[in-house]
């Protein structure tokens, strides 16, 4: 699925797009709807980078079971392609 966001858009809220990826990972990130991994993915950065942009934020890094469970599929399903 894609969605289409103007650049008005963008400049209304002075953002890039590098910008909105990362705060609706973090968003995501936060209500766990997405797990470390995949919020990071989403924001374009690798996992650490993506903690250390959670931290600057006072954002505390939630890793449960089910996220592990969720990664280790994650990784399983991109090794068969």
Same mark, same amino acid.
Request: hydrophobic share 45%.
């Given at each position: 699925? @894609?969605v289409?966001?103007?650049?008005e858009?963008?400049?209304? %809220?002075?953002? +890039?797009?590098?910008?909105?990826?990362?705060? /609706? $990972?973090?968003l995501?990130?936060?209500? @766990?709807?997405?797990?470390?991994?995949?919020?990071?993915?989403? %924001?374009?950065? +690798?996992?650490?980078?993506?903690q250390?942009? /959670? $931290?600057?934020r006072?954002?505390?890094?939630?890793?449960?079971?089910?996220?592990?469970?969720?990664?280790?599929?994650?990784?399983?399903?991109?090794?068969?392609?």
């Open positions: 699925m @894609s289409t966001i103007s650049d858009v963008l400049e209304s %809220a002075h953002m +890039d797009e590098c910008e909105l990826r990362q705060e /609706l $990972a973090i995501l990130f936060q209500k @766990s709807r997405l797990t470390l991994a995949q919020a990071a993915r989403l %924001a374009g950065l +690798d996992r650490v980078r993506f250390h942009l /959670l $931290a600057g006072d954002i505390l890094v939630h890793y449960d079971v089910e996220d592990f469970e969720s990664d280790l599929e994650t990784l399983r399903s991109l090794n068969q392609t």
